[in-house]
């Protein structure tokens, strides 16, 4: 699993409106923030998937996680492959093509992704986060 981490404490400015929120309101702007980080390696991944017929790459999602510990977000990428495997939500056979088999060399689409667009996506949480802010604190 990748991981990687996006912290706001050395943002004086936007830790500071943070605090000024309600704990409701800053819990969605930073999963707001998060999920927007998630979709722009969500997209880069699927466009550096195989398109043999285009299941892989419609299956790749964005998701949002909950977590309950103290003030934090978490948003990450995922490919779908729960339920039968002609589900057109199904692509279990993405870790073959990512990691390869014995009789299949890997085509790794999922970590180059998070690679070559990492500080775009942190760039994208930030801006996601300004943008709520400005919304929220308007009110």
Do not use: C
């Amino acid at each position: 699993m990748i991981k990687s981490r996006l912290n706001f404490d050395g943002l004086g400015s936007l830790e500071d409106d943070l605090k000024m929120l309600t704990q409701a309101e800053s819990d969605r702007v930073r999963r707001q923030g998060a999920r927007a980080g998630a979709g722009v390696i969500r997209d880069e991944a699927r466009r550096r998937a195989p398109k043999r017929s285009g299941k892989l790459s419609r299956n790749i999602v964005a998701v949002t996680v909950k977590v309950s510990e103290g003030h934090r977000a978490a948003a990450g990428v995922r490919v779908r492959s729960r339920g039968k495997a002609d589900d057109p939500s199904n692509a279990f056979y993405w870790r073959f093509v990512e990691l390869g088999t014995s009789k299949m060399p890997p085509a790794p689409f999922i970590r180059p992704a998070f690679d070559a667009k990492e500080q775009e996506a942190g760039d994208a949480a930030i801006a996601k986060v300004t943008e709520a802010l400005d919304k929220v604190l308007k009110k």
